[in-house]
């Protein structure tokens, strides 16, 4: 977490709303004056050229970078109150200025939240919410979150409809749509994302597939793979937009290139059925081993057949059984059947009617149909010793959560 916290704490800063006149001019880039006059009125004790120089010995501007003078004058300027510095130096002990120490970051940022600077706010309620530098408490960081998100910061926005749409705080659709529609109207993709989804769902707002697209539209050209995948769902099932199977592989695809597990599961299943793009067993195997490597489970499954049918892939049994088993300790019924078929018939496996019985068991629990016709038969074959011995290892696996079926 404290990864996390430093990666978001290392973002741009958009600036008190009220800084000394001298910092404005600097970072404006006027006449400020020359250097010395910079560090006579700092050394006179003047917050805002103390910040002023701070900057300039951080970004290395009229003298030498060097960031213990930056933390030097940061310092000075912050214990006099000046919000910016108090930012900047609540920075330093998350940024490797200097060691780190994240109680003292949340002791500068809180200064400074509490003078109304919307970075500080943002940063604080981060660290509520990680618990880093303060004891976690969801209730502090939506606090200051809240502050930051009514200035319009837009990663206080996007967190706060997080919080009330996911974590945090008792489930309120309706507030998390209203926060990530600001955010969305700044231009943040996972807002847009989200938004999307919510109108979708219907989730806090009413169900609409054209708004829905609209936002997911907004974020995939952004990149958001997520977005990407919803758009390519959206034109392969026709839903607020016209049916269209080639821009459905065409926005799969660039979320797969991604890296988006769902959209390579689907983009397989395009190049197989020849939807948007001719068919091609062997590119359907390439996108659904991609998903099924992050463990998609369908993948999974979908790959085991493959090697069991020779489709796309040379046949070949034991990776079968390979695919087939990672899907089953997911839970996967109809990979659960197929590896109690693969062991009956000792194909990439030795024949083993105990192993056969026990998957083809727990599949029937949660799946109706052939996996009972297909145990019943199994009885038959089998001596009540041997049936006793399944039944053992069935409960031992199913309890287990299908990690320990051997």
Same mark, same amino acid.
């Given at each position: 977490?404290?990864?996390?916290?430093?990666?978001?704490?290392?973002?741009?800063?958009?600036?008190?709303?009220?800084?000394?006149?001298?910092?404005?001019?600097?970072?404006?880039?006027?006449?400020? +004056?020359?250097?010395?006059?910079?560090?006579?009125?700092?050394?006179? !004790?003047?917050? =805002?050229?103390?910040?002023?120089?701070?900057?300039?010995?951080?970004?290395?501007?009229?003298?030498?970078?060097?960031?213990?003078?930056?933390?030097?004058?940061?310092?000075?300027?912050?214990?006099?109150?000046? *919000?910016?510095?108090?930012?900047?130096?609540?920075?330093?002990?998350?940024?490797?200025?200097?060691?780190?120490?994240?109680? &003292?970051?949340?002791?500068?940022?809180?200064?400074?939240? &509490?003078?109304?600077?919307?970075?500080?706010?943002?940063?604080?309620?981060?660290?509520? *919410?990680? !618990?880093?530098?303060?004891?976690?408490?969801?209730?502090?960081?939506?606090?200051?979150?809240?502050?930051?998100?009514?200035?319009?910061?837009?990663?206080?926005?996007?967190?706060? +409809?997080?919080?009330?749409?996911?974590?945090?705080?008792?489930?309120?659709?309706?507030?998390?749509?209203?926060?990530?529609?600001?955010?969305?109207?700044?231009?943040?993709?996972?807002?847009?994302?989200?938004? =999307? #989804?919510?109108?979708?769902? +219907?989730?806090?707002?009413?169900?609409?597939?054209?708004? *829905?697209?609209?936002?997911?539209?907004?974020?995939?050209?952004? !990149?958001?793979?997520?977005?990407?995948?919803?758009?390519?769902?959206?034109?392969?099932? =026709?839903?607020?937009?016209?049916?269209?199977?080639?821009?459905?592989?065409?926005?799969?695809?660039?979320?797969?290139?991604?890296?988006?597990?769902?959209?390579?599961?689907?983009?397989?299943?395009?190049? *197989?059925?020849?939807?948007?793009?001719?068919?091609?067993?062997?590119?359907?195997?390439?996108?659904?081993?991609?998903?099924?490597?992050?463990?998609?489970?369908?993948?999974?499954?979908?790959?085991?057949?493959?090697?069991?049918?020779?489709?796309?892939?040379?046949?070949?049994?034991?990776?079968?059984?390979?695919?087939?088993?990672?899907?089953?300790?997911?839970?996967?019924?109809?990979?659960?059947?197929?590896? =109690?078929?693969?062991?009956?018939? !000792? &194909?990439?496996?030795?024949?083993?009617?105990?192993?056969?019985?026990?998957?083809?068991?727990?599949?029937?629990?949660? #799946?109706?149909?052939?996996?009972?016709?297909?145990?019943?038969?199994?009885? &038959?074959?089998? #001596?009540?010793?041997?049936?006793?011995?399944?039944?053992?290892?069935?409960?031992?696996?199913?309890?287990?959560?299908?990690?320990?079926?051997?």
């Amino acid at each position: 977490m404290i990864a996390f916290c430093v990666a978001v704490l290392a973002t741009g800063f958009t600036g008190s709303a009220q800084q000394p006149n001298a910092v404005v001019e600097y970072e404006r880039g006027d006449d400020f +004056g020359e250097s010395k006059d910079v560090v006579a009125l700092a050394r006179q !004790g003047d917050a =805002g050229a103390q910040l002023a120089l701070g900057l300039m010995f951080e970004n290395g501007e009229d003298v030498q970078q060097n960031s213990a003078e930056a933390v030097k004058w940061y310092r000075l300027a912050a214990e006099q109150g000046e *919000a910016e510095a108090q930012l900047r130096l609540g920075m330093t002990y998350v940024d490797e200025s200097l060691p780190e120490n994240l109680a &003292e970051a949340a002791k500068w940022f809180r200064r400074a939240a &509490e003078q109304g600077h919307v970075d500080a706010q943002s940063f604080l309620g981060t660290m509520y *919410a990680n !618990g880093q530098g303060v004891p976690a408490n969801n209730a502090e960081a939506v606090k200051w979150w809240r502050l930051a998100a009514e200035q319009g910061d837009v990663k206080s926005q996007f967190r706060l +409809g997080m919080t009330y749409a996911v974590e945090g705080l008792p489930e309120n659709f309706a507030e998390a749509a209203k926060w990530f529609r600001l955010a969305a109207a700044q231009g943040d993709a996972e807002a847009q994302s989200f938004l =999307g #989804t919510m109108y979708a769902k +219907g989730e806090g707002l009413p169900k609409n597939f054209a708004e *829905a697209a609209k936002w997911f539209r907004l974020a995939a050209a952004q !990149g958001d793979a997520e977005a990407q995948s919803f758009l390519g769902t959206m034109y392969a099932k =026709g839903e607020g937009l016209p049916k269209n199977f080639a821009e459905a592989a065409k926005w799969f695809r660039l979320a797969a290139a991604q890296g988006d597990a769902e959209a390579q599961l689907n983009l397989g299943t395009m190049y *197989a059925n020849g939807q948007g793009v001719p068919v091609n067993n062997a590119e359907a195997v390439k996108w659904w081993r991609l998903a099924a490597e992050q463990g998609d489970v369908k993948s999974q499954f979908i790959l085991g057949s493959m090697y069991h049918n020779g489709k796309g892939v040379p046949e070949n049994y034991a990776e079968s059984v390979k695919w087939y088993r990672l899907a089953a300790e997911q839970g996967y019924g109809k990979a659960q059947y197929n590896l =109690g078929l693969m062991y009956l018939n !000792g &194909e990439g496996v030795p024949v083993d009617f105990i192993k056969a019985y026990a998957w083809t068991s727990i599949a029937a629990s949660h #799946t109706s149909g052939i996996a009972d016709e297909f145990e019943l038969r199994l009885v &038959e074959l089998m #001596t009540k010793e041997q049936i006793a011995a399944a039944q053992s290892l069935s409960s031992k696996c199913y309890e287990s959560n299908y990690h320990d079926c051997d």
